[in-house]
């Protein structure tokens, strides 16, 4: 925040009041300040990456069984609890900046490894037998299963002293140093955090992408995702893709929980189940169920938008929701004039 | 309070009720039978209205008996029943729309919120034009008033979508109403932890009494601390008592007008909507209007019931009255209880909140960890099984955390009892309830 | 007197043409059979007479009634003269419905956890002006009830009235698809192959409802028994990729070469060039993106 | 010794009874025609084949070996190959694609492709394009050159020719006799000159069954009975 532009006085927490326009102006021509400008558009692909490796596993799985996971968020929430374990457990004070980056790798490995494994679990034994009944049971369950998920944690951190709704912090501090620091970057200033997360959900997209557009199996999920009768027909066990499918799915959920560990702004703690489970919802409605481009397009979308209004809420807007106000705006707009979404196909012929 | 089972041929099914009643032979002498036709087919709500009106009566004597100790931990409080009436006239509320009509309001716990929110703001005299001092009961419709209107708005963009991209779009708008008030300082001094009744600067914070409006002598004061205590000859009801009877009188008058638009004809074409729209529409009907009111009429009612619970607890959070989750529990409670079943919401809400109840942490309502401290004798408490003991197991699995009981109990329903309870009941029945005790006293004479 | 009627009617889903510049009178009381081969575009044509299609072009309009100024009364006269026309070119089905004209489907679409009854009841319903009474109990509208049963018992169902519609048998969907279109009395009946997978058996029953509807409605069939459309049609149109080829009496239609052309195929190796069909060559299916418009694309195979 | 035998299958959709007793043989290296009115269960017959609608009662054998009771892709993968009505291409993937992903796994892609291109040249032009953007003729010999680089020994052809334009047409007929030298081939089609032009045998279907079975002539299509149950 700069001294330059007018914060406005606030009594209390009370009353938001009209602001005089003049400070707005002043606020305008402060935010289309190339500097400003180019510390939005980074922080705002930190956002977008990070919203992008939420919503990418959401994706996947609608794409191919039509079921909206209310576990997901959820699953990335054991995820960040997953690698922070394994960081927590690991680092001590003296552990250097290499060896922490380097067991944070290993840590991102066994989170998926676990996440895989639980969600394996749960597709086996509560969703496959649903798969005869209108998708809404497989909804619902998911429902259910995040409620135990939940709980489940919350009395595991308990039981380990661990207050289940503040971030944890010990997870938090296990961050190199190297990760805290701002540099200079042209005329603006960029944490360093914000670059291994832009880094880290490029090399996402980018193996997500590669995987579904290079590999055998990447082809038979996106041709399943179109016509699964066909795609049967075609000598393809497609339960079995979709059970890969939805343990990829979670795996990659596991591993942006374990990125968000790191990031102050989240952490690791019960709430980011539902903290992380509603932006991946309206990165996936707005891109288009189940089009991974339409997924990577709509958070880099809602990941500027949320970066621009945060800058006008630290600056000129006495508002403190602004930025979930218009992420959501974002979800009804789309809804209201493309219903199917950005990269969405429109059902055809049906009613 | 209410309910049990909405009278003949709820959910469009069966009609050899309806046969009988256009039976001339069954009104042969017209004037003893038109009221015992009708209490026999009431039987079953007559029941459960009993038996919920007996309800703190009854807690109240098994507290004072040998199974005290049982009793407290297996049966909720009358404060937990209170909040089950209002929370289940919300969660049948959101079954109105969602199990009648097929589309899941997602984002239903908005209009919970603004009953709730009307109704503080006014008391504090916040709310423009509204004396601080106007009726509880006028709030109430107030609230309702503002939800109706909410709920148009909404509706009219919302209902051009359907399945998914609808429970998506009435989310969305929720969360932005959930984030508006979270952050907007005029509605609290914390707006994050919400508004308490306090009343306006420089006067008393208002009572709030359930009753015939500007009729003190016919209305009484809900409330646990602020709620009027009655003595009866030899009852003597408590604050708590009195405000779970004021509360249930106006959750069953809702519960009444909810199921008598399910049963006329608007009722039915909600169900053609739910059971095949594009048929309902090929027969003539303009399905988004009948949608649209059947969204305003059910927003209208999940306002009603977030005001009583304003009413009652006199006070209100963005967490407790708009978020997503409070959508989430009626979810729960109606798929429980039985989706598109007026009634099974509430019973879904009862036995979700005795089980939250049941396995609460120490404190007022019992539950089954208190009991366990009291009864087991200190051997067991310190038996250790792999480095846990008995009682940091209990503690640790039995201490505050319903929710992982309630969210096993709602996988098991979908999984197993996809009907919720009265849709089981009425499986084994072959009819509603209502229906079946009727037939049973009718085959009797 | 005609009832019914399209101009130019026609509809294009991307470069397919599924109706093509169809013009149709339907008189009232007579039973008129639509045939034509698989993807003809009879189902579509339908679907544009009810509004749940809009046309590309071209219009449909329903005779005034005598007798629309108020209410109709039960039983109201199918066959009354007309004063005029009324558009309803781009209204959607409800307004179609409302404006007499009642259709049954090719696949059954009937309401499945209802019973029987109420499945026609609620037709019913749909033609009075109770439907926005909130607050008066369903059984109170016995007018309702009483056509209700009277439908079902025309079409053979009266026996079944508190059944589930889902636990029928699939000739008695059958039945009750005609019994949700018949109620509320409507002017002109369009019945989408009400034969469809209805096993031998039942056939006859099927057949002798639709000669008795036709007794007092204007009915349009679709219908793929030959056997059945020559023995109970007044008149036969037969439609070929969206064109009327053919219209007239069962006779002429069934000597009709170019009727048996259309059936059994136009394909003659070696003299495609030459078709005596005289398909327009410019056919849409050639163009680049006809394909993905498909209108029955990527549905469930019936 | 037929290579795939239909024996007295009864077929539901729902509580809807579709086939009532469908029995037929198919021997190596034939083409057999399926013909017979709309809805009379052609299509069904050949799900059932594949057990996308598994019969509820009957058997079906290929080589010997019993269809009923496994899975779709456990079919698909013994060599039974379907080219369904509306050809149902991955609109999505490109051409390539599409042939990739009906090559079995561990198959030669690159041999698949070159099969593919070979016989339909029009393919190879476009092999980039998403499919969905190709015409309906290409579309349907797309269709047919994922069944062929199927490793298949049975195709089950439905409706070729519908909804194509007459020159159009011939050139799928092309496409299907193509195919004929490389599997046999059971064929659904309501174009009675090219079925017969096209096939060895054929059965005609009514009501769910087999009403009629013949070698296929050219006279089929001026026989009197056929034309009845076929039309007027």
Same mark, same amino acid.
């Given at each position: 925040? @700069? $001294?330059?532009?007018?914060?406005?006085?606030?009594?209390?927490? &009370?009353?938001?009041?009209?602001?005089?326009?003049?400070?707005?102006?002043?606020?305008?021509?402060?935010?289309?300040?190339?500097?400003?400008?180019?510390?939005?558009?980074?922080?705002?692909?930190?956002?977008?990456?990070?919203?992008?490796?939420?919503?990418?596993?959401?994706?996947?799985?609608?794409?191919?069984?039509?079921?909206?996971?209310?576990?997901?968020?959820?699953?990335?929430?054991?995820?960040?609890?997953?690698?922070?374990?394994?960081?927590?457990?690991?680092?001590?004070?003296?552990?250097?900046?290499?060896?922490?980056?380097?067991?944070?790798?290993?840590?991102?490995?066994?989170?998926? &490894?676990?996440?895989?494994?639980?969600?394996?679990?749960?597709?086996?034994?509560?969703?496959?037998? =649903?798969?005869? *009944?209108?998708?809404?049971?497989?909804?619902?369950?998911?429902?259910?299963?995040?409620?135990?998920?939940?709980? =489940?944690?919350?009395?595991?951190?308990?039981?380990?002293?661990?207050?289940?709704?503040?971030?944890?912090?010990?997870?938090?501090?296990?961050?190199?140093?190297?990760?805290?620091?701002?540099?200079?970057?042209?005329?603006?200033?960029?944490?360093?955090?914000?670059?291994?997360?832009?880094?880290?959900?490029?090399?996402?997209?980018?193996?997500?992408?590669?995987?579904?557009?290079?590999?055998?199996?990447?082809?038979?999920?996106?041709?399943?995702?179109?016509?699964?009768?066909?795609?049967?027909?075609?000598?393809?066990?497609?339960?079995?893709?979709?059970?890969?499918?939805?343990?990829?799915?979670? $795996?990659?959920?596991?591993?942006?929980?374990?990125?968000?560990?790191?990031?102050?702004?989240?952490?690791?703690?019960?709430?980011?189940?539902?903290?992380?489970?509603?932006?991946?919802?309206?990165?996936?409605?707005?891109?288009?169920?189940? @089009?991974?481009?339409?997924?990577?397009?709509?958070?880099? +979308?809602?990941?500027?938008?949320?970066?621009?209004?945060?800058?006008?809420?630290?600056?000129?807007?006495?508002?403190?929701?602004?930025?979930?106000?218009?992420?959501?705006?974002?979800?009804?707009?789309?809804?209201?004039?493309?219903?199917?979404? +950005?990269?969405?196909?429109?059902?055809?012929?049906?009613? | 309070?209410?309910?049990?089972?909405?009278?003949?041929?709820?959910?469009?099914?069966?009609?050899?009720?309806?046969?009988?009643?256009?039976?001339?032979?069954?009104?042969?002498?017209?004037?003893?039978?038109?009221?015992?036709?009708?209490?026999?087919?009431?039987?079953?709500?007559?029941?459960?209205?009993?038996?919920?009106?007996?309800?703190?009566?009854?807690?109240?004597?098994?507290?004072?008996?040998?199974?005290?100790?049982?009793?407290?931990?297996?049966?909720?409080?009358?404060?937990?029943?209170?909040?089950?009436?209002?929370?289940?006239?919300?969660?049948?509320?959101?079954?109105?729309?969602?199990?009648?009509?097929?589309?899941?309001?997602?984002?239903?716990?908005?209009?919970?919120?603004?009953?709730?929110?009307?109704?503080?703001?006014?008391?504090?005299?916040?709310?423009?034009?509204?004396?601080?001092?106007?009726?509880?009961?006028?709030?109430?419709?107030?609230?309702?008033?503002?939800?109706?209107?909410?709920?148009?708005?909404?509706?009219?963009?919302?209902?051009?979508?359907?399945?998914?991209?609808?429970?998506?779009?009435?989310?969305?708008?929720?969360?932005?109403?959930?984030?508006?008030?979270?952050?907007?300082?005029?509605?609290?001094?914390?707006?994050?932890?919400?508004?308490?009744?306090?009343?306006?600067?420089?006067?008393?914070?208002?009572?709030?009494?359930?009753?015939?409006?500007?009729?003190?002598?016919?209305?009484?004061?809900?409330?646990?601390?602020?709620?009027?205590?009655?003595?009866?000859?030899?009852?003597?009801?408590?604050?708590?008592?009195?405000?779970?009877?004021?509360?249930?009188?106006?959750?069953?008058?809702?519960?009444?007008?909810?199921?008598?638009?399910?049963?006329?004809?608007?009722?039915?074409?909600?169900?053609?909507?739910?059971?095949?729209?594009?048929?309902?529409?090929?027969?003539?009907?303009?399905?988004?209007?009948?949608?649209?009111?059947?969204?305003?009429?059910?927003?209208?009612?999940?306002?009603?019931?977030?005001?009583?619970?304003?009413?009652?607890?006199?006070?209100?959070?963005?967490?407790?009255?708009?978020?997503?989750?409070? /959508?989430?529990?009626?979810?729960?409670?109606?798929?429980?209880?039985?989706?598109?079943?007026?009634?099974?919401?509430?019973?879904?809400?009862?036995?979700?909140?005795?089980?939250?109840?049941?396995?609460?942490?120490?404190?007022?309502?019992?539950?089954?960890?208190?009991?366990?401290?009291?009864?087991?004798?200190?051997?067991?408490?310190?038996?250790?099984?792999?480095?846990?003991?008995?009682?940091?197991?209990?503690?640790?699995?039995?201490?505050?955390?319903?929710?992982?009981?309630? $969210?096993? +109990?709602?996988?098991?329903?979908?999984?197993?009892?996809?009907?919720?309870?009265?849709?089981?009941?009425?499986?084994?029945?072959?009819?509603?309830?209502?229906?079946?005790?009727?037939?049973?006293?009718?085959?009797?004479? | 007197?005609?009832?019914?009627?399209?101009?130019?009617?026609?509809?294009?889903?991307?470069?397919?043409?599924?109706?093509?510049?169809?013009?149709?009178?339907?008189?009232?009381?007579?039973?008129?059979?639509?045939?034509?081969?698989?993807?003809?575009?009879?189902?579509?044509?339908?679907?544009?007479?009810?509004?749940?299609?809009?046309?590309?072009?071209?219009?449909?309009?329903?005779?005034?009634?005598?007798? /629309?100024?108020?209410?109709?009364?039960?039983?109201?006269?199918?066959?009354?003269?007309?004063?005029?026309?009324?558009?309803?070119?781009?209204?959607?089905?409800?307004?179609?419905?409302?404006?007499?004209?009642?259709?049954?489907?090719?696949?059954?679409?009937?309401?499945?956890?209802?019973?029987?009854?109420?499945?026609?009841?609620?037709?019913?319903?749909?033609?009075?002006?109770?439907?926005?009474?909130?607050? *008066?109990?369903?059984?109170?509208?016995?007018?309702?009830?009483?056509?209700?049963?009277?439908?079902?018992?025309?079409?053979?169902? &009266?026996?079944?009235?508190?059944?589930?519609?889902?636990?029928?048998?699939?000739?008695?969907?059958?039945?009750?698809?005609?019994?949700?279109?018949?109620?509320?009395?409507?002017?002109?009946?369009?019945?989408?192959?009400?034969?469809?997978?209805?096993?031998?058996?039942?056939?006859?029953?099927?057949?002798?409802?639709?000669?008795?509807?036709?007794?007092?409605?204007?009915?349009?069939?679709?219908?793929?028994?030959?056997?059945?459309?020559?023995?109970?049609?007044?008149?036969?149109?037969?439609?070929? *990729?969206?064109?009327?080829?053919?219209?007239?009496?069962?006779?002429?239609?069934?000597?009709?070469?170019?009727?048996?052309?259309?059936?059994?195929?136009?394909?003659?190796?070696?003299?495609?060039?030459?078709?005596?069909?005289?398909?327009?060559?410019?056919?849409?299916?050639?163009?680049?993106?006809?394909? /993905?418009?498909?209108?029955?694309?990527?549905?469930?195979?019936? | 010794?037929?290579?795939?035998?239909?024996?007295?299958?009864?077929?539901?959709?729902?509580?809807?009874?579709?086939?009532?007793?469908?029995?037929?043989?198919?021997?190596?290296?034939?083409?057999?025609?399926?013909?017979?009115?709309?809805?009379?269960?052609?299509?069904?017959?050949?799900?059932?084949?594949?057990?996308?609608?598994?019969?509820?009662?009957?058997?079906?054998?290929?080589?010997?070996?019993?269809?009923? $009771?496994?899975?779709?892709?456990?079919?698909?993968?013994?060599?039974?190959?379907?080219?369904?009505?509306?050809?149902?291409?991955?609109?999505?993937?490109?051409?390539?694609?599409?042939?990739?992903?009906?090559?079995?796994?561990?198959?030669?892609?690159?041999?698949?492709?070159? =099969?593919?291109?070979?016989?339909?040249?029009?393919?190879?032009?476009?092999?980039?394009?998403?499919?969905?953007?190709?015409?309906?003729?290409?579309?349907?010999?797309?269709?047919?050159?994922?069944?062929?680089?199927?490793?298949?020994?049975?195709?089950?052809?439905?409706?070729?020719?519908?909804?194509?334009?007459?020159?159009?047409?011939?050139?799928?007929?092309?496409?299907?006799?193509?195919?004929?030298?490389?599997?046999?081939?059971?064929?659904?089609?309501?174009?009675?000159? =090219?079925?017969?032009?096209?096939?060895?045998?054929?059965?005609?279907?009514?009501?769910?069954?087999?009403?009629?079975?013949?070698?296929?002539?050219?006279?089929?299509?001026?026989?009197?009975?056929?034309?009845?149950?076929?039309?007027?």
């Amino acid at each position: 925040m @700069t $001294g330059t532009v007018p914060v406005v006085e606030l009594a209390g927490a &009370g009353v938001v009041g009209p602001f005089p326009l003049v400070s707005y102006l002043d606020a305008l021509a402060q935010f289309l300040r190339p500097s400003t400008l180019a510390g939005v558009f980074v922080r705002g692909l930190s956002k977008a990456a990070l919203y992008v490796m939420i919503a990418s596993g959401l994706t996947l799985v609608f794409g191919l069984m039509g079921v909206l996971n209310f576990a997901h968020g959820s699953l990335t929430m054991v995820g960040a609890y997953l690698g922070g374990l394994v960081m927590v457990l690991s680092v001590t004070a003296a552990t250097g900046t290499a060896l922490r980056f380097g067991l944070f790798f290993v840590a991102v490995l066994v989170t998926f &490894g676990g996440l895989v494994a639980l969600e394996s679990a749960v597709e086996v034994s509560l969703i496959r037998p =649903l798969y005869d *009944r209108p998708p809404i049971y497989q909804i619902l369950l998911t429902f259910g299963v995040t409620l135990v998920l939940d709980e =489940l944690v919350r009395i595991v951190t308990q039981f380990y002293g661990l207050q289940p709704i503040s971030e944890w912090q010990e997870a938090l501090s296990t961050k190199p140093e190297l990760l805290t620091e701002t540099f200079r970057l042209g005329s603006t200033t960029v944490s360093a955090l914000s670059l291994f997360e832009i880094l880290f959900g490029v090399v996402t997209v980018a193996a997500v992408w590669t995987f579904l557009t290079r590999t055998r199996y990447g082809l038979v999920i996106r041709a399943g995702s179109e016509d699964s009768e066909m795609t049967e027909a075609l000598g393809i066990d497609v339960r079995r893709v979709f059970a890969t499918v939805f343990a990829l799915g979670t $795996g990659i959920a596991g591993v942006a929980g374990a990125l968000l560990m790191w990031d102050p702004v989240w952490g690791a703690s019960v709430p980011l189940a539902a903290d992380t489970l509603l932006p991946a919802f309206v990165v996936v409605i707005v891109g288009g169920l189940g @089009t991974f481009r339409g997924t990577v397009v709509a958070a880099l +979308l809602v990941g500027m938008v949320d970066a621009v209004t945060t800058w006008w809420f630290v600056n000129a807007v006495e508002f403190s929701g602004l930025p979930e106000i218009f992420i959501f705006l974002i979800l009804v707009v789309t809804l209201v004039v493309r219903p199917q979404g +950005l990269f969405g196909v429109a059902e055809v012929g049906g009613h | 309070m209410a309910i049990s089972d909405p009278n003949p041929a709820d959910e469009a099914a069966a009609t050899p009720e309806d046969a009988v009643e256009s039976d001339p032979t069954a009104v042969a002498t017209p004037d003893t039978a038109w009221w015992r036709r009708y209490l026999e087919e009431h039987v079953a709500h007559v029941a459960v209205i009993a038996l919920l009106a007996a309800y703190p009566l009854l807690h109240g004597a098994l507290l004072a008996s040998p199974v005290a100790s049982e009793a407290r931990m297996l049966l909720p409080n009358v404060e937990t029943m209170t909040a089950v009436l209002y929370f289940g006239l919300f969660a049948m509320s959101f079954d109105f729309i969602s199990g009648y009509t097929g589309y899941l309001s997602f984002g239903h716990a908005v209009f919970y919120g603004t009953g709730a929110y009307v109704v503080i703001l006014a008391a504090n005299g916040k709310l423009p034009l509204v004396p601080h001092t106007t009726p509880f009961m006028l709030l109430l419709l107030l609230g309702g008033v503002f939800a109706v209107l909410l709920a148009l708005g909404i509706g009219v963009v919302s209902f051009r979508l359907t399945g998914v991209y609808f429970a998506m779009i009435t989310l969305g708008f929720s969360q932005v109403a959930y984030v508006l008030v979270r952050d907007w300082g005029y509605l609290a001094s914390s707006p994050r932890d919400g508004p308490f009744v306090v009343g306006p600067e420089g006067a008393m914070a208002p009572v709030f009494s359930v009753g015939v409006p500007f009729v003190d002598s016919l209305a009484l004061d809900i409330g646990v601390l602020t709620g009027d205590s009655v003595v009866l000859g030899p009852l003597s009801l408590g604050t708590t008592e009195v405000s779970f009877y004021m509360v249930g009188i106006v959750v069953l008058v809702c519960y009444l007008l909810l199921q008598r638009v399910i049963h006329s004809p608007f009722g039915r074409v909600l169900i053609a909507i739910r059971e095949n729209e594009e048929r309902a529409r090929a027969v003539g009907y303009d399905t988004f209007r009948y949608k649209l009111i059947a969204f305003a009429i059910s927003g209208f009612f999940a306002a009603i019931a977030g005001g009583l619970f304003a009413g009652f607890r006199r006070s209100a959070s963005p967490d407790n009255a708009f978020f997503f989750l409070v /959508t989430g529990d009626a979810l729960l409670a109606s798929i429980i209880g039985g989706f598109g079943t007026l009634a099974g919401p509430l019973y879904g809400r009862l036995l979700d909140e005795t089980i939250r109840e049941f396995l609460s942490k120490e404190g007022t309502g019992g539950g089954l960890l208190p009991y366990l401290r009291e009864v087991l004798p200190e051997s067991i408490l310190t038996v250790d099984i792999a480095g846990l003991t008995v009682q940091g197991a209990i503690e640790t699995f039995l201490n505050g955390h319903g929710s992982l009981y309630l $969210g096993l +109990l709602f996988i098991g329903f979908v999984l197993f009892v996809p009907g919720g309870v009265l849709g089981y009941v009425r499986e084994r029945l072959g009819g509603t309830v209502a229906q079946r005790v009727a037939s049973r006293i009718r085959g009797g004479d | 007197m005609a009832v019914l009627r399209t101009e130019g009617l026609t509809k294009q889903f991307g470069g397919l043409t599924a109706v093509d510049d169809v013009d149709f009178e339907l008189a009232g009381g007579e039973l008129c059979s639509l045939i034509g081969p698989n993807g003809a575009g009879k189902t579509t044509f339908f679907d544009l007479l009810t509004g749940a299609l809009d046309p590309t072009a071209g219009t449909v309009e329903v005779a005034v009634r005598e007798d /629309t100024d108020g209410e109709r009364a039960d039983g109201g006269s199918a066959t009354g003269g007309s004063v005029g026309w009324i558009d309803i070119t781009d209204a959607p089905p409800h307004a179609t419905a409302q404006q007499g004209l009642h259709r049954s489907y090719q696949v059954t679409n009937v309401f499945p956890t209802s019973t029987v009854l109420e499945n026609v009841r609620i037709a019913a319903q749909a033609h009075g002006d109770d439907s926005f009474r909130a607050w *008066r109990n369903v059984n109170g509208f016995e007018s309702y009830l009483a056509e209700a049963r009277q439908v079902l018992e025309r079409v053979g169902l &009266g026996g079944k009235a508190d059944a589930p519609a889902e636990t029928l048998s699939h000739g008695e969907k059958r039945q009750l698809e005609v019994g949700i279109a018949l109620a509320g009395d409507p002017e002109v009946l369009l019945l989408d192959e009400p034969n469809a997978g209805v096993s031998s058996e039942s056939v006859d029953d099927i057949i002798a409802l639709i000669e008795d509807v036709a007794t007092d409605h204007a009915v349009l069939l679709v219908e793929h028994n030959m056997d059945i459309v020559m023995n109970v049609s007044d008149r036969i149109v037969v439609l070929n *990729r969206g064109e009327v080829i053919a219209d007239g009496p069962p006779d002429a239609v069934r000597d009709d070469p170019a009727v048996q052309e259309a059936y059994l195929g136009g394909y003659e190796p070696g003299d495609v060039g030459d078709d005596t069909d005289a398909e327009d060559p410019g056919d849409a299916t050639e163009e680049g993106d006809a394909a /993905t418009d498909d209108p029955a694309g990527g549905g469930e195979p019936g | 010794m037929s290579l795939l035998q239909v024996d007295d299958i009864h077929t539901y959709y729902g509580e809807s009874h579709i086939l009532e007793g469908v029995s037929l043989s198919v021997a190596a290296g034939e083409v057999i025609a399926l013909i017979g009115r709309n809805g009379v269960g052609k299509t069904t017959t050949l799900r059932s084949v594949l057990q996308l609608t598994a019969p509820r009662s009957g058997s079906i054998t290929y080589r010997g070996e019993e269809l009923v $009771g496994k899975r779709t892709h456990e079919v698909a993968e013994l060599g039974v190959g379907w080219i369904p009505e509306e050809r149902r291409v991955f609109s999505q993937l490109s051409v390539a694609e599409n042939v990739r992903v009906a090559t079995p796994k561990g198959g030669d892609v690159d041999a698949a492709l070159e =099969l593919a291109y070979e016989t339909f040249p029009a393919l190879s032009e476009r092999r980039d394009a998403d499919a969905g953007a190709l015409s309906g003729g290409q579309q349907q010999m797309l269709a047919i050159a994922r069944g062929l680089v199927g490793d298949n020994d049975v195709l089950l052809i439905d409706e070729p020719s519908e909804g194509l334009a007459p020159q159009i047409v011939a050139d799928v007929a092309e496409a299907v006799q193509r195919a004929a030298e490389e599997a046999t081939i059971l064929l659904v089609e309501q174009n009675l000159p =090219l079925a017969m032009d096209l096939a060895d045998r054929f059965y005609l279907l009514d009501n769910g069954q087999v009403v009629e079975d013949g070698a296929a002539t050219r006279g089929v299509t001026d026989d009197d009975r056929i034309r009845r149950y076929l039309s007027a």
